[in-house]
């Protein structure tokens, strides 16, 4: 079963950085793509990055581009975004998942963590 443990969120000024980390276990890490996605309050899910299962190829979403910075440490299951210039836009409940989550059985979200950006 696949489980995701998300952290490092909390609370940020306009301007300043964040970094996620996602603890993954229950499937092959360094077998599968990886990505971010987040929910802000009224809306639905948002995809920010992903990368492949090796790191050589990431993918941001437009107006997360030149800000945020996916990686991974596969020796330790564990993805990560960095988020630089964070804006109040950026506030939301950001989850991680296999790329393919849609196509897996009984996949369930870890609990998230929630990313305010506010002065």
């Known amino acids: 079963e696949v489980q995701l443990v998300e952290s490092g969120g909390g609370l940020a000024q306009p301007g300043r950085s964040l970094r996620l980390s996602c603890t993954a276990s229950g499937f092959t890490f360094d077998e599968y793509a990886m990505t971010w996605v987040r929910q802000a309050p009224g809306k639905g899910l948002e995809r920010v990055s992903a990368i492949s299962w090796n790191g050589g190829s990431t993918y941001y979403e437009g107006s997360m581009k030149g800000r945020f910075t996916i990686s991974r440490d596969n020796a330790k299951n564990t993805l990560y975004l960095q988020m630089n210039s964070l804006k109040s836009a950026d506030t939301a409940v950001y989850y991680c998942?296999?790329?393919?989550?849609?196509?897996?059985?009984?996949?369930?979200w870890g609990q998230g963590t929630q990313v305010t950006v506010s002065s």
């Open positions: 998942a296999p790329l393919d989550y849609r196509l897996r059985t009984g996949f369930r």
